[in-house]
């Protein structure tokens, strides 16, 4: 009995595990967080209030802390950002129930301050681009990185309409290459592939290159609400450093010194 005991925990986190392994999408794009990038982060910002704040709250952030690391002042954040009459050395605390919402949804909406350390800001990078239209779902939305997610696609107007459908894909050779014509020379042959995101043309207020750049801000967001302080614990590994190379280089000379008469 304590054997199985104790195969039953060593299984469970390797379940858990299996059961959280990324799925693999092939419109999914690398993303590079960058802190120092203020308008990135105060368009992060800006979007996350207006479409995000309603469901997911940031618990363990203040609005002061967020409007000074980004370079906005109090009075604009609060007229502009804070919707929800809070003030400004407040936590960003959202007023949706979870027990309700677990029975709207599915699944409550998690608290996305820890998210970006929780997952990879790649992963929700994808995960905010891979929304399309399933009627098949309580909500019209499925996601490519998510399959049945009970979140629904609040982003619809931004991106615009993206259904799966069929489209044309340069074919591959063996090797990796694309495959060309051989008798249309610079011709690309292409095939049909199924089941990928196609998107409407002008049906959205945004283009998907500038959805996506939309997208981009609103992770540097949740990647800077993960760990406010990684620009500036960056700055303090530096200057710890040098510090002790020329804490090094005296210590050296001393102990030169201190030997010298012992030789
Ligand atoms: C209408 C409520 C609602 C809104 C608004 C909303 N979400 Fe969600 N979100 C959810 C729910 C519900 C879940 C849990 C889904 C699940 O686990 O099936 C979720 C899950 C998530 C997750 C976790 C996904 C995972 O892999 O576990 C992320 C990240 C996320 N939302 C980001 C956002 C962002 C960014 C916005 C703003 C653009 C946003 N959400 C707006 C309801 C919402």
């Known amino acids: 009995m304590r054997k199985l005991l104790l195969a039953c925990l060593l299984i469970a986190p390797?379940?858990?595990?299996?059961?959280?392994?990324?799925?693999?999408?092939?419109g999914a794009k690398p993303f590079d967080g960058d802190l120092t990038d203020k308008p990135?982060?105060?368009?992060?910002?800006?979007?996350?209030?207006?479409?995000?704040?309603g469901c997911h709250g940031l618990q363990f952030q203040r609005y002061e802390r967020t409007a000074d690391d980004l370079g906005i002042p109090h009075e604009i954040a609060l007229e502009k950002l804070v919707f929800s009459g809070q003030k400004i050395g407040e936590l960003m605390t959202t007023a949706m129930d979870p027990v309700a919402a677990k029975d709207w949804f599915g699944a409550a909406p998690p608290d996305l301050t820890l998210i970006a350390r929780l997952k990879d800001p790649e992963y929700i990078y994808n995960y905010l681009r891979a929304f399309y239209a399933d009627e098949t779902r309580p909500f019209g939305a499925n996601n490519k990185m998510y399959p049945n997610v009970g979140m629904p696609n609040v982003l619809?107007?931004?991106?615009?309409?993206?259904?799966?459908?069929?489209?044309?894909?340069?074919?591959?050779?063996?090797?990796?290459?694309?495959?060309?014509?051989?008798?249309?020379?610079?011709k690309a042959i292409t095939e049909e592939q199924?089941?990928?995101?196609?998107h409407e043309e002008g049906s959205g207020v945004y283009t998907p290159e500038e959805f996506d750049a939309a997208m981009y801000d609103l992770t540097n967001f949740l990647y800077y609400v993960g760990e406010p302080s990684r620009l500036e614990r960056h700055r303090i590994g530096i200057y710890s450093l040098l510090f002790?190379?020329?804490l090094g280089c005296f210590t050296y000379l001393l102990n030169r010194e201190y030997w010298k008469d012992v030789h």
């Open 40 to 53: 990135s982060l105060q368009n992060g910002m800006r979007l996350y209030m207006n479409y995000c704040m």
């Open 194 to 198: 199924c089941g990928r995101l196609v």
């Open 156 to 186: 619809l107007e931004l991106q615009g309409n993206v259904t799966e459908g069929c489209i044309q894909v340069p074919k591959m050779a063996e090797n990796g290459g694309e495959m060309r014509d051989p008798l249309i020379p610079g």
């Open 14 to 26: 390797g379940l858990v595990w299996g059961a959280s392994a990324p799925v693999e999408w092939e």
């Open 244 to 246: 002790l190379i020329i």
